[in-house]
Structure formats: C-alpha cells, structure tokens
C-alpha cells in the first residue's frame, strides 16, 4: 500500500510508473499480466487504500475529490483520489489488471460519499466516458456502472436534484447502446407510488369552489395510471366528465398576452420543480398561471396518445366509440393549448413532435426491441484452391432455369396476355410530364429524363405509336416526345409546332417522296438500258410520249375548251412533278438524287 501512497503523490503520465508499482507491490508471475489470485489482491490493496483516503479527507473537511491537492506559483498538482483513480484506469486499458477493478473502485467511493462530493465524483466519471465506454473496459464493468448510477438515483430527490438526475440519465444513454434492454421498461409499468395529495375537506373561512377544486386535482388519479382506464368502462366516463368540467372553466377564463409576458415561461427552467402546490388556497393563482395549464394539457395528450397506441393483443385494442370520444377531447385540449400565450402554436408544434416521436419507440419497445447497430459484414477471404465449383444450370443461371421449370409446371404462363404488355404512350410519358411542370419542384437528380433507360424505351414506343412526336426528339429532346395533351399549357405552348414550320416539314417529306420515286423508276428500267442497247431502238420514246401528252394539254386549254379529268389528272401530275423539282434545287439532298434529276432534264431537252 506504501508503494501507492508514493505513486500517488508523483508527477508525470501515468505510464511512467504505473506498472512498475504493480510489479512492486504483486511481484506476479508474469511482467504484463496479473493472474486472477493477484487481480484480487490488488484490488483488496486498492479498496482498503480508497477507504482510507476518503477518511482522512472527511476528518479534514474537504471534499474528497480535491483532498491533497496543492496549489503552488508555477504548478497545481491533482487530488490524491482522482490520481489514484487516473493509475488504475490506465492499468485497466492497457489491460495490464483486471478491466472491472475502476468500475469496483467508483462504485465504493460514491457509496462512501455524500451527494455534495458524488457531483464532483460523477463529474470525474463524466470526464472518463470515452475511456471507460471503450468494448474492453464496458464489457467487463457496465453492470457495476449500471448499479452504481442507480444507486445514486435512489439517494437523489426527485424534486430538488432534477439537474443531478438528469446528468446521470444522459451518462446511461451516451454510456450504453441505443438498443440496451436494461433501460426499457418491457412491461409498461406504472409508477403508481406516485401519488398527488390534495385536501378532501373544504377549508374554513375561505371561499372557493371547492367540487371543481376537488373535480382537478382527481384527474391526477387517471394520468399516474392511464392503464386503469381501459380495464373499467365507469373509470372512463368519470374521467370525461371531470375532464369536461376542467376543459370547460379554461375556456371560460382565457389568458391575456400580457399574463402570458408577465410569467416569463422562458426562464423557468431554473426554477423548475416537478410537482405543483395542491392547497386549495392558490386555486384561483394557478388557473391564471399558462405554465400550470400546459402542465395538465400536456398530461392529457400523453394519456390519449397511450389509449390510442395499439396493443400486443387485439384485446388491447380501442372500441369505435373510444376512439371518437378520444379524438373529439385531443382536438379540444389542442386548441387550449393553441390559445396559451406564449407562442401557443409553437408549443404545440413541439409537443406533437415529440408524441410522435414516442410512438416509434413504443413500437420499436413492442416489437421485442431489435438491435439498431449492424455488424459490418466480413468479406472471407478464400484461396484458388479451395474455391467451390460454381453449379451448373440447365439455362445458364438459377433464374432462367426457375422460369423454365415454372413453363413446364403452368403451361399458360408464357401465353398468358397480361404477362408482357406494352404500355400506351400517355400512360408511360405521364411520370416525365408530372416532372415538367414547374410547380412540382423537381431537382434534376431525381428528374425522369435523367434516366437514361427510361428515356430509351420511351423513345422506342413513341416510334411505334407517335410518330409526331417522335419527330419533335431532334428539335427539342426527350421532353418533346411527350404527347402534347399530358403538359399544362404553358408548357405546352413552348413545345408546339408553328404552321410554317409545318408547312416547310411536309414539303420536305414531299420531296423525299417524289425523290424516292425518281429512283425506284431508274432502277425498274432493263438491263440492257444500261448497255445502250435501249438507247439505240427507241432513243426518243419516253421524251416524245411526255411531249405529246404537253401538246395535247396545251391545245386544249388554248382552244378555250374543259379537259377531261383524265387530262386533269397528267396536267397535276405535271405540276406536282415541277413544283418536286423546284423544292429539290432548293433542298439539300444526296449526290446521287440531284444526278438524276439532271439526267431527266436532259432528256427532256434532247428530246425537246
């Protein structure tokens, strides 16, 4: 124990000298790691040592976490208890003793201190988290920690160590994982000890309704135990309308803003309390107090948010008519607390936050609590030689060998009609035109023409079934495609086609057409054309036929007489045919079409 003492009071890291000391004061058998016999002695060593540093620090009257501290001019040396402490954390992470034997030393000195010095215990604990919450030290010390921080909630007042309290909560939930079972409540106890006291008898010489006085405070009755409300359906309809009577006098005397100023909600954390005053005489105060009301308003929504949760059993579950008599009271208590200054909307806004954040719990709690945390998956690491050969499939792999057995079990399954149908074109642009539009606030991620698997089959049904609109893809892109009658109308007008624009297309279309016809006559024309055998025996048959069927045309018309329609016919045909070759010279076309052209024109001057 000596060589402790020594240690304590020398400055440095604690790596310098910690396990030199051990080795000391052992003398184990092995340099780095103590046997379970001497983990034991060590820390009978380090309990007995604890015990009486913390008696020599009460005898002097000082706390006990700054007990042997000394303050010089150049340097402030730590209390020999927290030092004492900082030795034995470093052995335990570096495993060099046993990991549990700081949670053991934590939990005696707390049970041997009082409330003033377990805040300054705690806070050392605070400071030691990330250490001692690393998996070597937790596993071994989580339910001593456990045990020692419920301990120390016992010994606490609910009332008057609110902040103490909630600092030890925090520390369990940053301490222990989200998905520990020790801190959930699995049955739905409770806590029906406790119990709000108020008077039973009317005071004397001072008036005051003393029913409605006695109808309030019952209610606190219900909201420590809202599980007896569903067992007895008289417990239910006596509540309502003690409830009904409370809602009715809120709404009867409504708050002002400048009752709602004049409290000053916003600094009453620091003179929170837990429980509210029951003496008849402060009724009339407290009904004009808006933090009192949101207090009782606030119970109700908690009360009608667990009759409402569903149950394990469908026993549990609500009746019709409590589920209405529940919603029409939580839309009444709502606008009370819509109406409470200050900020009443706010407050309310943060409530059905947080209820409704509840209710996950509530369900993750009944769905037997699974882990939150996964396990990151190892990848095995396999030689070449002890690879498994891959099976082989009839049809190459697993799904296609499936579907071919499924075939031969259900003959109908690939004649069935339903089983590949190609969607209408205004049913499958329909999601891209939703996106269009302005108003939806589509980001370009998430936008459809970003896919570039959608917009490739959509172009291929458009090329079956809208030819139209297939057209507009080179002129405005995948957003043309989409048929006009599934866009709003200002964004339709921007992808319309204008008249001259149409015009210009279907001339276009036209001398493609009379160009394409020009070629399928060259090649109907023989062989022996092309040898110059069909030149020589009849040279000028097609020219002088063409010239004939122009002068008799023309002698027609100049004799002032009506052609018969089939000289109408060839006298279209003629035009159509000059008005083709007009639009061609003008046109861009291939090399080999303007060839032709000129041949035929050639001939026709020859033959001319």
């Not at 051990?22 to 309990?47: C, F, G, S």
């Not at 208890?81 to 992470?93: A, F, K, M, S, T």
């Not at 805040?119 to 250490?131: A, L, P, R, T, V």
């Not at 030290?137 to 909630?153: D, I, S, W």
Request: hydrophobic letters at 35%; proline letters at 5%; glycine letters at 6%.
């Amino acid at each position: 124990m000596e060589e402790f003492r020594k240690a304590i009071l020398q400055t440095g890291p604690p790596e310098n000298f910690a396990l030199q000391t051990v080795q000391d004061v052992i003398k184990p058998q092995k340099l780095t790691k103590l046997a379970q016999d001497e983990n034991q002695l060590l820390e009978n060593i380090l309990r007995r040592l604890l015990q009486e540093l913390v008696s020599s620090a009460a005898q002097s009257a000082e706390p006990i976490m700054q007990y042997g501290m000394s303050i010089d001019d150049n340097e402030t040396s730590q209390g020999h208890i927290p030092r004492l402490l900082d030795i034995v954390l470093y052995l335990c992470e570096k495993e060099h003793v046993e990991g549990g034997m700081i949670f053991q030393l934590l939990e005696d000195l707390t049970e041997m201190s009082t409330l003033r010095n377990c805040k300054d215990i705690f806070g050392y604990i605070e400071s030691k988290q990330d250490i001692l919450g690393k998996q070597e030290l937790f596993a071994r010390g989580k339910l001593v920690m456990l045990r020692t921080c419920n301990q120390l909630l016992r010994r606490l007042s609910k009332a008057s160590d609110v902040v103490f309290c909630g600092r030890i909560l925090m520390f369990l939930a940053h301490f222990f994982p989200l998905s520990e079972r020790s801190a959930v409540n699995i049955k739905g106890v409770f806590n029906t000890s406790n119990e709000t006291k108020y008077e039973k008898e009317p005071p004397d010489g001072f008036s005051i309704d003393f029913n409605f006085y006695k109808t309030f405070w019952s209610l606190q009755e219900y909201f420590c135990n809202p599980a007896s409300l569903t067992l007895a359906s008289t417990k239910w309809q006596k509540f309502t309308s003690s409830l009904t009577v409370v809602l009715n006098t809120f709404d009867a005397q409504p708050l002002s803003d400048e009752e709602g100023d004049a409290n000053m909600l916003e600094e009453e954390s620091a003179t929170f309390s837990i429980k509210y005053l029951t003496s008849s005489k402060l009724m009339g105060l407290e009904l004009k107090d808006p933090s009192f009301r949101r207090h009782v308003l606030v119970q109700c929504l908690i009360l009608f948010d667990y009759l409402k949760a569903p149950g394990k059993n469908e026993k549990d579950v609500p009746s019709e008519t409590l589920r209405e008599e529940i919603k029409s009271c939580e839309e009444r208590v709502k606008k009370l607390l819509e109406v409470t200054p200050p900020r009443g909307k706010e407050f309310l806004q943060k409530i059905e936050h947080i209820l409704e954040r509840e209710n996950n719990w509530v369900w993750w709690k009944r769905d037997g609590c699974p882990p939150f945390e996964k396990q990151p998956i190892e990848k095995k690491t396999t030689h070449d030689a002890t690879k498994k050969r891959r099976p082989r499939w009839r049809l190459g792999n697993k799904e296609l060998s499936q579907l071919w057995k499924w075939a031969d079990q259900n003959p109908n399954a690939l004649t069935d009609p339903q089983r590949v149908r190609t969607p209408a074109i205004s049913e499958y642009w329909k999601p891209l035109a939703e996106d269009m539009d302005e108003s939806a606030g589509i980001e370009a991620e998430y936008h459809h023409k970003s896919n570039r698997v959608y917009c490739w089959k959509g172009l291929r049904f458009s090329a079956r079934q809208d030819l139209e609109g297939f057209s507009r893809f080179t002129d405005h892109g995948i957003e043309g495609v989409v048929p006009l009658e599934l866009l709003p109308p200002d964004v339709r007008s921007k992808y319309q086609a204008k008249p001259n624009e149409r015009s210009k297309r279907a001339k276009k279309e036209e001398t493609k057409g009379a160009v394409r016809q020009a070629e399928e006559n060259q090649m109907a024309t023989p062989a022996s054309e092309n040898d110059g055998e069909g030149t020589r025996s009849d040279p000028d048959g097609p020219s002088v036929a063409m010239d004939a069927d122009t002068t008799v045309a023309a002698g027609s018309v100049s004799q002032g007489g009506t052609p018969t329609p089939e000289e109408n016919k060839q006298s279209s045909d003629t035009d159509i045919g000059q008005e083709a070759g007009q639009l061609e010279a003008d046109a861009e076309v291939e090399p080999g079409m303007i060839d032709g052209e000129t041949d035929a024109e050639v001939d026709l001057d020859t033959a001319g």
